[in-house]
């Protein structure tokens, strides 16, 4: 990851799943990049999510006001949601940036049921952001790890997932719902009608190999931000051997 950090340089950095203490991100960040970084970090204290959740939103850029970690009070000790603004020349002067993770769930467990009460807590959170930009207030972006492949176009094998967990229609309203309510898609709408491009691989198997991947890293913005995105790029390794994760960074520039 360090070599990766040099190479693209972002205004902007969300991580999902840290796995690590405030010093040794900030540790990371400094050696591949230098100083000057303000990090927003929420570290998992329940049992369940200790070294599996964990979000963090890093920056260069002026922030205003304090991080905000709470989407449900239910949900505070999962290390699921932060979110910090950040400075920009955009409508409303700043952006909300939000660092997710959406656990993966599991069909018919309790599991599920923790994963389908946190996106009804995240959609709720969503719904008042969109209105907050539409009303003249900072626009908003939504990054993260979600567990959940939006249409057939985001899963190679989508039939044989049709019953699992990251492919539930229940699941994939809740996105059918960010939709409606005016949030862009960033990734999707600039590549349009096409299979992925994936962000998720299996270490199992030839997945990679055969690209037989899920799209379920993404960046959604409210209208005022989606508009001004250009680009959309999955930086995906060259090759099995050369991966530093299972996941690859959804890299998106917003403006010139």
């Known amino acids: 990851m360090p070599a990766w950090l ?6 902007v950095l969300c991580l999902q799943e840290v796995r690590a203490d405030d ?18 970090h929420v570290e998992p204290t329940d049992a369940g999510s200790k070294g599996r959740a964990g979000v963090a939103v890093a920056t260069r850029l ?13 949900f505070d000790g999962a290390g699921r949601w932060v979110e910090l603004d950040v400075r920009a020349e955009v409508p409303g002067g700043a952006v909300t940036v939000v660092s997710t993770y959406v656990h993966s769930g599991e069909a018919g467990t309790p599991k599920q049921d923790d994963k389908m009460a946190f996106l009804d807590a995240v959609t709720a959170r969503m719904a008042q952001l969109v209105q907050t930009a539409a009303d003249g207030g900072p626009q908003a972006l939504v990054v993260g790890d979600l567990n959940i ?16 967990a990251g492919f539930l229609p229940e699941e994939r309203a809740h996105l059918d719902a960010w939709a409606a ?4 898609d960033v990734p999707r709408a600039l590549a349009g ?3 992925g491009p994936y962000s998720w691989w299996s270490w199992r198997g030839q997945a990679f190999d055969r ?11 409210t209208p005022g931000l989606a508009a001004l995105a250009s680009t959309a790029v ?3 390794a060259a090759t099995y051997a050369e991966r530093f994760s299972d996941h690859a960074p959804v890299v998106v520039t917003y403006g010139g």
Request: hydrophobic share 35%; no cysteine.
């Open 149 to 164: 492949a939006h249409t057939e176009r985001d899963i190679r094998n989508w039939k044989g997932n049709l019953k699992k």
């Open 62 to 74: 002026d922030v205003a006001g304090e991080p905000r970690t709470t989407v449900d009070p239910r």
């Open 193 to 195: 009608d096409v299979d």
């Open 234 to 236: 999955v930086d995906r």
């Open 6 to 11: 040099q190479e693209r340089r972002p205004d």
């Open 23 to 40: 010093a040794t991100l900030v540790a990371l960040l400094e050696e591949a990049l230098g100083g000057g970084w303000h990090v927003a």
């Open 211 to 221: 690209d037989t991947g899920w799209r379920i890293d993404s960046q959604w913005a």
């Open 181 to 184: 309510q005016g949030w862009v």
